[in-house]
């Protein structure tokens, strides 16, 4: 297989064209004239092939939400504002929800914060230090995406971050001290050395 053809993986896209269709006819249905106009240079096969590598990954569950938070918006969206509807109030957090609640952890550690979201703030901490939050959050929400989309192939759910319990410290304890008795010989050589230094200062 030649380099092309390995690329060419890359751009395959499984998400049904009838569910790319049924979501285009309910945003044209929705917003009209609008649509038409932000979508007007592309054909139909185009738009198809546009919308199902934008919603790639998504669940049913996913579009429903997309799709009654439609109901309620004034402007017709862009695809991938579409998609973001769909991934919000899901079990997930978004990239941007993990990126807005990583920095709320920075700041205060107490703050909730999902396994996830910890481990990509974690990957991408050196950025943050070294170069700024606006190039760590372009790094965040692409390694967070890329962790979020395989958890989801896995069937994962989302879990919360709990800090690991602080290791035992190793204290002294006088009252738990065990003594150990002294040989009797032992004591007998101190009475005698006892004995003579008395004698000395005599």
Same mark, same amino acid.
């Given at each position: 297989?030649?380099?092309? *053809?390995?690329?060419?993986?890359?751009?395959?896209?499984?998400?049904?064209?009838?569910v790319a269709n049924l979501v285009l006819s309910r945003i044209s249905d929705?917003?009209?004239?609008?649509?038409?106009?932000?979508?007007?240079?592309? @054909?139909?096969?185009?738009?198809?092939?546009?919308?199902?590598?934008?919603?790639?990954?998504?669940?049913?569950?996913?579009?429903?939400?997309?799709?009654?938070?439609?109901?309620?918006?004034?402007?017709?969206?862009?695809?991938?504002?579409?998609? @973001?509807?769909?991934?919000?109030?899901?079990?997930?957090?978004?990239?941007?929800?993990?990126?807005?609640?990583?920095?709320?952890f920075e700041a205060d550690p107490t703050t909730k914060i999902t396994k996830?979201?910890?481990?990509?703030?974690? *990957?991408?901490?050196?950025?943050?230090?070294?170069?700024?939050?606006?190039?760590?959050? =372009?790094?965040?929400?692409?390694?967070?995406?890329?962790?979020?989309r395989r958890a989801k192939d896995q069937g994962k759910a989302q879990e919360?971050?709990?800090?690991?319990? *602080?290791?035992?410290?190793?204290?002294?304890?006088? @009252?738990?001290?065990?003594?150990?008795?002294?040989?009797?010989? =032992?004591?007998?050589?101190?009475?005698?050395?006892?004995?003579?230094?008395?004698?000395?200062?005599?």
């Open positions: 297989m030649g380099d092309i *053809e390995l690329f060419k993986n890359a751009f395959q896209v499984e998400f049904p064209v009838e929705l917003y009209g004239t609008e649509f038409s106009k932000k979508y007007h240079g592309y @054909s139909d096969s185009e738009l198809q092939q546009l919308t199902c590598t934008v919603l790639s990954g998504l669940t049913p569950e996913d579009i429903q939400r997309g799709l009654l938070r439609m109901n309620s918006e004034e402007w017709c969206p862009n695809l991938p504002k579409f998609r @973001s509807w769909c991934e919000q109030g899901g079990e997930w957090w978004t990239a941007e929800m993990a990126w807005a609640k990583a920095l709320q996830l979201a910890k481990h990509t703030l974690d *990957e991408v901490r050196h950025v943050l230090v070294a170069e700024g939050q606006r190039a760590a959050h =372009f790094a965040f929400k692409d390694i967070y995406q890329d962790y979020l919360f971050y709990v800090k690991p319990p *602080e290791p035992k410290r190793l204290g002294f304890d006088e @009252s738990k001290r065990n003594c150990v008795p002294c040989p009797p010989e =032992f004591v007998a050589q101190l009475r005698g050395i006892n004995s003579l230094n008395k004698g000395g200062v005599a």
